[in-house]
């Protein structure tokens, strides 16, 4: 609803970011350009071209379009644009205007590079500038949102420097950043 | 008291803990999301672009209906060039004689030697050498074929099948060519045996550099169980699509001196493949789908080998049309697969010939109801309306197909009652997709299996993957904005008022569809293929920076070039075609005669004079042919930031 749009998030420092040139757009504008964004993301993934996809690559979706939810969040977004009997499909008119609103009001911002770089420094409280492979398994395992062991594998290839059985954070997020930009 | 704060030390530590596991997951989690939508992205390409040039296939086959219909005029210049382009080269009953016995195996060969009849041992022996990158002989390669020809000849068009709990069959989709692939199905399912039956449900070459060997392996498989091992024929079983696909230059290039009987052979041997298989009565297995007019009974009984390539549908010709021709051109000169006994009965009827290609070239979707398959130009696309129709007509449960490549190998559709199977793991690019094939027995559910060849002994994690796949699609995507680079940027300025150079991304998104037509998500691509100011607008000229099409000849101009590295695929078609013996070469005339007719049908704006000129200069030889090869690697596309591109020095 561009009634709604609220005009304040042109002084925040952080909306220069995938939606920059919509600054200066008439409220109209940019929620035709969400709408397309949306919707090519949606397709993508919208296999058998009939306006659905499964729910399980929702939040995959969600995440492509720039946004970071917590699981909670995620569960709490899928429930909004689930049907009434679940399906185990999600339809494209439902997840179109709840995601729009989503992308106007800035949900789930991303996590900026230096407040990861903290919380890696939280868990390695010695300073060494790693954490071994069992403790990187042992918290993203047993704390927070626990990763599934897919999820954890998928982690370590990446993160894991096979000499010394460690993950060097700072190292791992750089690479990470970069390949992202 | 001191109980009281330590713990409460304790706690916050824990929280912190906790909200910093938070973050790093959450982060993750969004990171390896974006990853998989890349992936996705890269496959969109991918598809996007095969599905085009298959579409460009079908304008082809319309060229050669003009080309007959035009030749006339044609012929009265060159009555000889004519009947070399339709010459009748059929060799129907040629004996083994013909093709086998004048090929000699030296003694200094040292690859497989084949004992006919061929036995178990064969296999085993083919396995092992093709293992070791040996080249069977073409000796063995045309014995092979002729006793293929024979023995398919004597198979319905649907082959009946009957399965036990202790006799389950496999079915493999797709292998284009990758051995690899078909040597880990055997690996993990066991080599086809009396017990171990399997259904290969087509397209086993093109694209991959190994469709020889797994053409071999699964005929000489074939003739050992001809009741265990079943061949469907898939749409990439046609030998002008091999023209076009890779297969046919596989051949010439492994096989020098008889690949082009090799090629002849196989041209029959393909039509004599059967359409089908059903299992149990109750699974019908094909390579494409259905379409709502789909008529099994007519598809048992019709005379399969007539059905000789997508591109070359029934002709409407008469009996005075044809005695007619004969008089003006005087040899028997008709197009390709039509008889000079001059009756309709040497072809099959457009109805029957389109049940076929529906076969071959449909595509399952969500959609329901039956409508043409557009992006590929033939076939069409059915839903799950049409698949309840059909199967509910003969009493059948389940329809298995290939043809289409899925990230996970196999794809279950229309409520359970469609599924896709495709062997060929990183189809597209390493990483892109997993292979699988099927296990089904009467009594039990069918069981998937997975798999995914891969090169190194341990995989590259993700993002390395992505990265690969992003790469390589973003490339191939960029050849193709080059090869279209006129239009496109007569479609920008036409929206860029003021000259500017810059668009939106809304308004560049809008003329990259327009033009390209690929229905690709191009505001997700944008960056990849432009660069963007501050205020989000697109610099559209700074697609083209980077990539250019190597210029032939200097003096050569941009529009003639990039039409001719457009079109250089139909082109390689066509001149394969008019190179009926396969020398390599073609006259400048047959050129020349060859380009008008192109020109005008695809209303290329190129003048003739142009095009005659740049071929002068590319007679290398100066004795009036010209390498047509040579003259269409000469168009390549050349990406600035290459450390490795092909740099074909040898001409200068």
């Known amino acids: 609803n561009p009634q709604s749009f609220n005009v304040s998030y042109k002084k925040d420092p952080e909306w220069h970011g995938a939606y920059s040139h919509l600054a200066r757009s008439l409220p109209e504008i940019a929620v035709a350009e969400f709408h397309k964004k949306i919707k090519e993301a949606f397709e993508v993934f919208d296999h058998e071209s009939n306006n659905t996809v499964d729910v399980r690559e929702i939040g995959t979706i969600i995440r492509s379009l720039g946004c970071c939810p917590s699981e909670g969040e995620l569960h709490d977004l899928i429930a909004e644009v689930e049907e009434e009997e679940p399906t185990g499909y999600i339809r494209y008119e439902k997840f179109l205007p709840v995601m729009t609103q989503v992308l106007l009001e800035r949900r789930y911002r991303p996590i900026p590079e230096d407040i990861l770089l903290r919380a890696f420094e939280v868990l390695d409280p010695a300073k060494r500038g790693f954490l071994s492979k069992e403790e990187l398994i042992k918290y993203m395992t047993e704390e927070g949102e626990p990763f599934s062991q897919e999820e954890m594998e998928e982690m370590l290839s990446a993160a894991i420097d096979p000499e010394s059985n460690s993950i060097h954070y700072k190292d791992y997020i750089t690479m990470m950043v970069i390949d992202e930009n | ?652």
């Open chain 2, 1 to 652: 008291m001191g109980c009281g704060t330590s713990s409460s030390a304790k706690d916050r530590k824990s929280e912190r803990a906790l909200r910093a596991a938070l973050i790093i997951q959450n982060w993750y989690r969004g990171y390896s999301a974006r990853l998989k939508a890349r992936q996705r992205y890269a496959l969109t390409i991918f598809q996007s672009i095969e599905y085009a040039d298959e579409q460009g296939q079908l304008q082809l086959s319309n060229f050669f209906s003009f080309m007959f219909e035009n030749y006339t005029h044609v012929c009265e210049k060159d009555p000889e060039f004519v009947s070399r382009l339709f010459g009748n080269t059929h060799q129907d009953d040629k004996d083994r004689q013909d093709y086998v016995g004048l090929v000699d195996v030296p003694d200094s060969y040292n690859g497989p030697r084949l004992q006919f009849p061929l036995t178990f041992t064969d296999i085993d022996l083919l396995i092992e050498a093709f293992k070791q990158q040996q080249i069977l002989h073409a000796y063995y390669v045309l014995e092979v074929l002729f006793e293929t020809k024979k023995v398919l000849k004597q198979m319905p068009n649907f082959t009946h099948v009957k399965t036990s709990p202790s006799k389950q069959i496999t079915i493999c989709g797709d292998l284009h060519g990758k051995l690899d692939d078909l040597l880990l199905i055997f690996y993990k399912n066991g080599l086809p045996s009396g017990s171990n039956p399997y259904v290969f449900n087509g397209d086993f070459v093109d694209r991959g550099k190994n469709s020889v060997e797994i053409l071999m392996i699964l005929f000489v498989s074939f003739l050992v169980y001809p009741n265990d091992l079943h061949l469907n024929r898939g749409n990439h079983e046609d030998f002008m699509m091999n023209m076009r696909y890779g297969f046919t230059k596989e051949v010439l290039h492994k096989y020098k001196l008889h690949g082009r009987k090799i090629l002849q052979l196989l041209e029959d041997v393909y039509t004599w493949l059967p359409i089908g298989t059903i299992i149990d009565n109750e699974v019908l297995v094909i390579h494409g789908g259905i379409s709502e007019s789909t008529d099994l009974n007519l598809l048992h009984h019709m005379e399969r080998n007539k059905m000789k390539s997508v591109l070359m549908p029934p002709f409407p010709i008469d009996e005075d049309y044809a005695a007619d021709l004969k008089n003006k051109v005087g040899t028997t000169a008709v197009p390709r697969g039509v008889r000079t006994s001059g009756s309709l009965s040497e072809q099959l009827t457009k109805h029957e010939w389109e049940q076929v290609i529906d076969i071959l070239w449909s595509d399952p979707r969500g959609k329901r109801g039956c409508y043409p398959n557009t992006s590929r130009g033939g076939g069409c696309y059915f839903g799950p309306d049409i698949t309840s129709k059909i199967l509910n007509r003969y009493q059948l449960k389940m329809l298995v197909r290939s043809h289409e490549c899925k990230p996970e190998g196999y794809e279950i559709c229309h409520d359970g009652k469609v599924v896709t199977v495709f062997s060929a793991s990183n189809y597209y690019e390493e990483g892109s997709n997993r292979g699988a094939y099927i296990r089904l027995g009467s009594g039990m559910t069918p069981q998937f299996f997975q798999y995914q060849v891969t090169r190194a002994t341990c995989s590259r994690p993700l993002y390395q993957r992505v990265n690969i796949m992003e790469s390589s699609a973003i490339r191939i995507l960029k050849e193709r904005l080059i090869s279209r680079k006129t239009d496109l940027i007569r479609a920008f300025q036409l929206q860029d008022r003021n000259k500017s150079g810059k668009l939106s991304l809304g308004q560049w998104a809008f003329s990259m569809e327009n033009v390209l037509g690929l229905n690709l998500p191009w505001r997700s691509l944008s960056s990849h293929l432009v660069t963007t100011d501050k205020d989000g607008n697109v610099d559209y000229m700074s697609s083209f920076q980077d990539v250019h099409i190597q210029k032939p000849v200097k003096e050569a101009q941009s529009t003639l070039i990039e039409t001719l590295y457009r079109h250089r695929t139909d082109l390689q078609i066509i001149f394969n075609i008019i190179d009926s013996d396969h020398s390599g070469l073609i006259s400048m005339e047959e050129f020349r005669t060859m380009w008008k007719l192109f020109n005008s049908h695809y209303s290329v704006h190129i003048d003739d004079s142009q095009v005659d000129e740049l071929a002068e200069r590319m007679d290398l030889n100066k004795d009036g042919s010209i390498d047509f090869n040579e003259f269409l690697n000469a168009f390549y596309v050349v990406h600035k930031f290459d450390k490795l591109h092909k740099s074909d020095s040898t001409l200068a």
